[in-house]
Nanobody, 123 residues
Framework: VQLQASGGGLVQAGHSLRLSCTAS????????MGWFRQAPGKEREFVAG????????YYADSVKGRFTIARDNTKNTMYLQMNSLKPEDTAVYYC?????????????????WGQGTQVTVSS
């Protein structure tokens, strides 16, 4: 199983980015998926999660209303649309897959991880 995250980059505050995560997983739709991030000197934290069907989404309070998670099960791909970016959103963003029906928020509950993509937001 491999997860490949992409789409990171350097943007100014207030701008947008869209991250993608492509998974080489059989029965992709049977996995809940999540995005986590880790800023320098901080622990990795939950950002957003989505159920296998795409019908349930969870967000961290810090990104609610600005970020949107989505998935396309026909392409084995998950997305994170990030709008109104802030300097405090600067981090390495990781995607993860979880053999669960509903998305969970603790990283220990996820089975597979991607390599991470850097997002840097300048003020």
């Amino acid at each position: 199983v491999q997860l490949q995250a992409s789409g990171g980059g350097l943007v100014q505050a207030g701008h947008s980015l869209r991250l993608s995560c492509t998974a080489s997983i059989r029965a992709f739709s049977s996995y809940a998926m999540g995005w986590f991030r880790q800023a320098p000197g901080k622990e990795r934290e939950f950002v957003a999660g989505i159920s296998g069907s795409g019908g349930t989404e969870y967000y961290a309070d810090s990104v609610k209303g600005r970020f949107t998670i989505a998935r396309d099960n026909t392409k084995n791909t998950m997305y994170l649309q990030m709008n109104s970016l802030k300097p405090e959103d600067t981090a390495v963003y990781y995607c993860a897959a979880d053999r669960a029906i509903l998305p969970r928020t603790r990283e220990s509950e996820y089975d597979y991880w991607g390599q991470g993509t850097q997002v840097t937001v300048s003020s």
